[in-house]
């Protein structure tokens, strides 16, 4: 099973190898005000003029990890309208944001709205990325059946943002599309369990991936995917049955015995307790001949939990829950789900899955060469 959080790290991270000058700015101007508690204090005045409520603290971003990134740009464009008045009042900040030294690049102050339409772009295509991780990062609710739903997101978005008619926002999205093709655009690549996960939600089951593999792969490929699913689906259903069907005990023999035992107990008794014996021999036999009478027409587990509705989208919707619920019904299905729903789709948390270098250099360990440090990391 890969890492789907580390799979979204390595697809946004391919989309900004190239940063738009506009972030570059933005990230110039946030150092500039977090300088000196004089900077910060008149920009919380401007906040202040401008009356704006937000008490988030801006934050600066680390180039190597988008999520910081995400963030800082998120921040700051809730601030547009103060930083606009302290660019006004401060006379000092041009001068600041067009120096060119010590690694900065001087591309000067946020002072059209290009600027800021580009940041609020750049800050709704960081948030879906940003969004699914900590989704799929969860560890307090199941996951796999929530892969199905946020992969089908990504692709759609970035889908779109192909097409766009910005041409920054449409080379970074096809960068990000060769990344998911590679991880996640070819279906059978993918571990059929997860699959297996999206059916056993009861909210989407195999119509919806039938409907979703159609769209996207077209009807003869997304038949002939679904075939070899529903094959995986049912091999896995048998064994589970195999598996109850050798665990339950022979009901009839124990009820025998135990009544022959108590028989024995009491002599006042004895015809009373040998009666009730036979009436229940007489109904287990006869539910077991009606059950054998019915058993090609009834159908089974899989096919009843398909052919029933998909539940309502619901953001309430608790998968275990339903499943607890409905585990009677569907003694066997309930049993695979308890196993397949357990599989978590990301191995670390979502701050661990943004970047791995926090881990490396710590302020304990700061002063690392970078062979070392290289060497550290890959390993």
């Known amino acids: 099973?890969?890492?789907?959080?580390?799979?979204?790290?390595?697809?946004?991270?391919?989309?900004?190898?190239?940063?738009?000058?506009?972030?570059?700015?933005?990230?110039?101007?946030?150092?500039?005000?977090?300088?000196?508690?004089?900077?910060?204090a008149k920009f919380r005045t401007c906040v202040e003029k401008k009356k704006l409520q937000c008490a988030l603290s801006l934050?600066?971003?680390?180039?190597?990890?988008?999520?910081s990134t995400y963030l800082m740009l998120n921040i700051v464009e809730k601030?547009?309208?103060?930083?606009?008045?302290?660019?006004?009042?401060?006379?000092?900040?041009?001068?600041?944001?067009?120096?060119?030294?010590?690694?900065?690049?001087?591309?000067?102050?946020?002072?059209?709205?290009?600027?800021?339409?580009?940041?609020?772009?750049?800050?709704?295509?960081?948030?879906?990325?940003?969004?699914?991780?900590?989704?799929?990062?969860?560890?307090?609710?199941?996951?796999?059946?929530?892969?199905?739903?946020?992969?089908?997101c990504i692709h759609t978005h970035l889908m779109a943002y192909c097409d766009s008619y910005d041409d920054l926002l449409s080379?970074?999205?096809?960068?990000?599309?060769?990344?998911?093709?590679?991880?996640?655009?070819?279906?059978?690549?993918?571990?059929?369990?997860?699959?297996?996960g999206v059916i056993l939600d009861p909210r989407y089951k195999i119509v919806t991936l039938e409907f979703w593999f159609k769209k996207i792969m077209g009807?003869?490929?997304?038949?002939?995917?679904?075939?070899?699913?529903?094959?995986?689906?049912?091999?896995?259903?048998?064994?589970?049955?195999?598996?109850?069907?050798s665990d339950e005990p022979r009901m009839g023999s124990e009820i025998s015995d135990d009544y022959d035992y108590d028989s024995q107990s009491s002599?006042?008794?004895?015809?009373?307790?040998?009666?009730?014996?036979?009436?229940?021999?007489?109904?287990?036999?006869?539910?077991?001949?009606?059950?054998?009478?019915?058993?090609?027409?009834?159908?089974?587990e899989l096919e009843r939990y398909y052919l029933e509705d998909v539940e309502s989208p619901s953001s309430v919707f608790d998968i275990l829950t339903w499943w607890k619920v409905n585990s009677t019904k569907f003694p066997i299905i309930a049993r695979i789900a308890r196993d397949v729903l357990a599989i978590p789709i990301t191995t670390v948390a979502s701050e661990s899955a943004f970047n791995t270098g926090g881990r490396v250099l710590d302020p304990y360990r700061s002063s690392l060469a970078p062979k070392i440090v290289e060497a550290l990391i890959c390993a």
Not at 27 to 38: E, M, W
Not at 99 to 128: H, K, P, S, Y
């Open 267 to 300: 002599g006042s008794t004895v015809g009373r307790e040998r009666g009730s014996s036979n009436l229940l021999c007489i109904l287990q036999e006869f539910h077991q001949s009606r059950a054998s009478r019915n058993l090609l027409d009834c159908k089974n």
């Open 171 to 196: 080379a970074m999205a096809f960068r990000m599309k060769l990344k998911y093709e590679k991880y996640w655009g070819d279906v059978q690549k993918i571990n059929k369990l997860l699959f297996v």
């Open 79 to 152: 601030y547009q309208r103060a930083f606009e008045l302290l660019q006004e009042d401060d006379g000092h900040i041009y001068n600041y944001l067009n120096e060119n030294g010590l690694g900065r690049r001087g591309l000067g102050a946020l002072d059209d709205d290009d600027d800021w339409n580009r940041v609020r772009t750049f800050v709704r295509l960081l948030q879906i990325f940003y969004d699914v991780t900590m989704r799929l990062s969860g560890s307090m609710y199941a996951t796999s059946n929530l892969h199905f739903q946020e992969v089908s």
């Open 59 to 67: 934050c600066l971003d680390v180039p190597t990890r988008w999520n």
């Open 1 to 40: 099973m890969r890492c789907s959080a580390h799979i979204l790290n390595l697809i946004v991270n391919e989309g900004l190898k190239e940063l738009d000058e506009s972030v570059i700015k933005v990230r110039n101007l946030v150092k500039y005000v977090k300088f000196s508690l004089a900077r910060l």
């Open 219 to 245: 009807v003869e490929e997304g038949d002939k995917f679904i075939e070899i699913l529903k094959v995986d689906i049912e091999r896995l259903y048998r064994h589970y049955s195999d598996g109850l069907s």
